[in-house]
């Protein structure tokens, strides 16, 4: 992946990460879940412009967004167009099981990356990642080799503009943070309104 794959709307690139690879610090796995965010999008960070909190967001491309999520929980995001960000949601843990249980404690391999937060802890992400470059070390970041089966639905924990559908999702896995309830193939999806400019 190259930064020109980052330089277009979230919700363009949000389906094209499912199957991707990601790891930080040697330890990750294979993307299953994302949900896209962009700048006209009331659920969005960076809907009100630009803060100290969401500057990454309006920062290069193919850089991370780390939030804190309630206050408990690191959220990391790949900024994609200005204003524009893609939220990681799941991982297939593939690389450095160990060091995820230990970070993760006591749970099943299947939920060392099944939401968020988990992911960050996982895979030890922090606000000290806000800003950082994921073309390069210590973050890989690297492309399918094949087309996954994605499927799409409304994204999570949000209030406003909740019809948007803007979570992606491998279809079939066990490890996504949430099942997709009635959800679309994008080949359905692809013919609604996403709001994208």
């Not at 999570?156 to 079939?172: A, E, V």
Request: hydrophobic letters at 40%; one cysteine or more; proline letters at 8%.
């Amino acid at each position: 992946m190259d930064r020109a794959f980052f330089e277009r709307p979230a919700s363009a690139v949000a389906p094209l990460l499912i199957g991707a690879r990601l790891l930080f610090e040697g330890v990750g796995g294979m993307i299953v879940e994302t949900e896209a965010y962009e700048p006209q999008d009331a659920a969005s960070h960076s809907f009100r412009g630009p803060t100290p909190r969401n500057r990454a967001m309006f920062g290069p491309a193919g850089h991370a967004y780390v939030y804190r999520s309630y206050g408990i929980h690191w959220c990391l995001n790949i900024v994609c167009e200005p204003g524009s960000a893609v939220l990681l949601r799941a991982l297939a843990p593939e690389t450095g099981l160990e060091t995820m249980a230990a970070r993760r404690g006591d749970v099943a391999p299947a939920l060392f990356c099944a939401g968020p937060g988990r992911l960050c802890q996982a895979l030890g992400i922090t606000i000290a990642e806000d800003g950082a470059d994921m073309l390069s070390s210590p973050f890989t970041l690297v492309a399918s080799d094949a087309v996954a089966d994605v499927q799409t639905g409304p994204r999570i924990g949000i209030s406003r503009d909740m019809d948007r559908p803007w979570r992606f999702g491998l279809r079939g896995s066990r490890l996504l943070s949430r099942r997709f309830p009635n959800s679309q193939p994008m080949a359905a999806a692809a013919g609604q309104d996403t709001g994208a400019d």
